[in-house]
């Protein structure tokens, strides 16, 4: 499964506000404990030079911390081997990745930094590698790769982890609060590879010792380690890996009930963690959960791109749903009923949030704020999927949070 676009298109929208069609949510937002923050992608150069415009967005929405999904695409050949990396410039193209297109993004995601530092912005931090291929669509979850070894010219460190935090170095105060996932539902890599990020971490936390940064990985709910088979011999390393974390970050996708309950949640928690165990991976008891990404997509429950005709379908795979810039005729929550669903689900999440009922603590939790899942209409192009009643019952559980 993948739940997150294989494209990302530049492209002028114009933004068009949405009536209120239901009756207002805002009063009944619960008091907060972990804040629900925003979420965005960079991935192509429009969205690096769009970035100041996003987080004053975000800091609209109410949003004391954003969450920055930094995104490496790699082009794959019609047998789903690595080709080479490759960047959206302002070619509009997926080209070849150069040291040009590194310099570009380091120069615009250091302006980045410093904006969300600006504006008081906490920071969160979760790169992926998408794939560009001539073949079927291949998710990164099942990419065996060692994060150092080279995809042509450069490894998977040297185009996230090390832009990153070069540009965090350069642009934030040492004081300032960094999450890092070194990344994102790549569990194929991480078994495949845990020594090598065991390293990693290992490495940044002391070039970063005297710094306020947390350090993790982040996974997704089902085929957590993407079938990797050679897990058991991996165990060891993947387990010390595991002791070093600073948080364990999940992508909630996992299906809920119709009307969503509170209890939904910590049972899919459970069912995650429980997954894990089955593995032979030890989770430290009380490692902190951060939960990297939720929404609702409004998909059939057989894939991407298809609406959901009913809640029922809504609720059984809330990862599927419907890609790329809004369209009026794609749009799933244009009928009441799933209108109605969509905030039910966000007042369920945020009741579990303000009191979640479970042995770790959470550290954050971040909506997918892309395509049909964006429920605040944040994300660049996907405005009109914004509800203003959820936007406004967010926005007010947030500013109970001391």
Known sequence: MSHHPAFFKFASFAFIGIACLVAPLSEAAPPGQTPLSSSMILNEFFDYRNCTNQLEKAKALGNRKIHIN??????????????????????????????????????FFGRCLRKAVELDLAISITPYIEHKTDGENFWRNYFYMDPTEKIDR??????????????????????????LSLQGEMGGSVAAAPGEYL???????????????????????????????KMNQNLPA???????????GISLYKDVEVPAKVQNFRDNLDFFFQSIKKSGVKVPAMLPLRITEVGLGGGQPTGFDVPAVTPAQ????????????????????QKQDMRAYRQDFHMALLK???KPDI????????????ESWDVQGFGYGFEEYGDPDVIELIKRYNSRIQ
Request: include cysteine; hydrophobic fraction near 35%; charged fraction near 25%.
């Open 352 to 354: 579990f949030l303000a």
């Open 70 to 107: 930094y995104f490496v695409n790699v082009l794959l050949d019609s047998q789903n081997r690595f080709r080479h990396m490759c960047i959206v410039d302002e070619t509009l193209q997926c080209q070849k990745a150069t040291d040009y297109h590194f310099d570009t993004i380091r120069y």
């Open 154 to 179: 450069f490894s998977y460190e040297e185009a996230t982890l090390n832009v990153i935090l070069e540009s965090i170095e350069n642009n934030t105060p040492e004081t300032y609060p960094i999450e």
């Open 199 to 229: 390293r990693i971490l290992k490495k940044t936390k002391k070039r970063f010792s005297s710094r306020e940064m947390k350090i993790g990985i982040s996974l997704n709910f089902d085929d957590i380690f993407g079938g990797y088979p």
């Open 359 to 370: 042995s770790r603590p959470i550290i954050g939790a971040y909506l997918w704020n892309q």
């Open 314 to 333: 809504a609720a059984k795979n809330p990862w599927s749903g419907v890609r790329g810039f809004y369209n009026f005729s794609n749009d799933p929550w």
């Open 238 to 248: 993947i387990n010390e890996l595991m002791r070093h974390l600073d948080f364990i």
